[in-house]
Nanobody, 124 residues
Framework: QVQLVESGGGLVQAGVSLRLSCALS????????MSWFRQAPGNEREFVAG????????YYADSVKGRFTISRDNAKNTVYLQMNSLKAEDTAVYYC?????????????????WGQGTQVTVSS
């Protein structure tokens, strides 16, 4: 079984930074591409960032490009999302997801494994 545990969310003011973490257990971490999604109240779940297995190629939604950075540490079985210059519109529940595909997908329906979600609230 694959289990994902997220941490790092919180209530912050606009303009500050947060770093989210997601640890995978139950399988070999390096075999999985990892992605972050978010879902705000009343909205559909949307892709935020992804990082491939093997080559650690990164992918970003236009709304976060230049502000957010995804990275992974295979030795620690952990994927990170560094969020800088946070805005009120970044407020959402953030989820990490794991997939065995070579290139991360932006479609949440294609992911089999999800974390529990961590709340990020940005006040203006």
């Amino acid at each position: 079984q694959v289990q994902l545990v997220e941490s790092g969310g919180g209530l912050v003011q606009a303009g500050v930074s947060l770093r989210l973490s997601c640890a995978l257990s139950g399988r070999t971490f390096s075999n999985y591409g990892m992605s972050w999604f978010r879902q705000a109240p009343g909205n559909e779940r949307e892709f935020v960032a992804g990082i491939s297995r093997s080559n650690s190629r990164t992918y970003y939604a236009d709304s976060v490009k230049g502000r957010f950075t995804i990275s992974r540490d295979n030795a620690k079985n952990t994927v990170y999302l560094q969020m800088n210059s946070l805005k009120a519109e970044d407020t959402a529940v953030y989820y990490c997801a794991a997939d065995v595909r070579l290139v991360p997908s932006t479609d949440p329906k294609l992911y089999d494994y999800w974390g529990q979600g961590t709340q990020v609230t940005v006040s203006s």
